[in-house]
């Protein structure tokens, strides 16, 4: 009985550890003064880094101008966890925001084009346009879609929790959808699943790429073979 006692003490103190090591493999995801934004992946031929043609798989740094164009769109997987995907004719910036130990995952200066996000589980969130800039802290969660044109910024909150920062505070609940021009707050509404899935039908015609080493890929609302993807 002792021995039994024993070694269930051991699997304890094996379960803590693995615990702790993952715990620790989770906080070093990014650490202060971290460059590496993530990783990029491709799909389609019109996809730029700093006006020069992207490579599939290449890092993302701190300030680096991500492009896409016609027919063409970007996964950006950070390093935190989570994804960034950009539909075509779309033009961000990538920036890591530190307020201490507090990482936040900086997406700006997108004057055209739409981006749909999925956050980690390190880093908060930080989007702006030109009319708008919307936050979430870290350790929180939030799936959105975020569109703009000259006119406004369009955010769709599918999922999480997300907040409008500026130029004023509102805090957005899922299935909200928000208008921001230049004179500020145009519309809140609640979306329908229908129109909730209008919102993302364009990442239909962009299929995730395929992992290294080949695999099958699904696109949201179906499955797809991975000669539609970028291996």
Known sequence: MVRTAIRGCVRSIELFSVIFLLQACYSAAYLP????????????PNVYVNEKPARDGQTLTVGDHLRT???????????SGGLVQLDENTD??????WDGTKCGILILGIRVGQAYHESGHQCGTVARTEHAEFSQAPRQFDVFNLKVNARESVLTLLDGK?????PTFLEL?????IRVSAAGVEEVRSLSDPELDEVVRWRNQFP?????????????GGRSTCGQCTD
Do not use: M
């Open 69 to 79: 164009g016609p027919s063409s769109s970007a996964y950006v997987y950070p390093l």
């Open 208 to 220: 995730p790429p395929c992992p290294s080493g080949g695999g099958e890929c699904a696109p949201p």
């Open 92 to 97: 961000p910036f990538f920036n890591i925001t």
């Open 173 to 177: 609940k899922p299935r909200q959808q």
């Open 33 to 44: 003064g971290q460059q590496t934004v993530g990783r990029l992946r491709t799909v389609g």
């Open 162 to 166: 997300l907040a409008l920062s500026k």
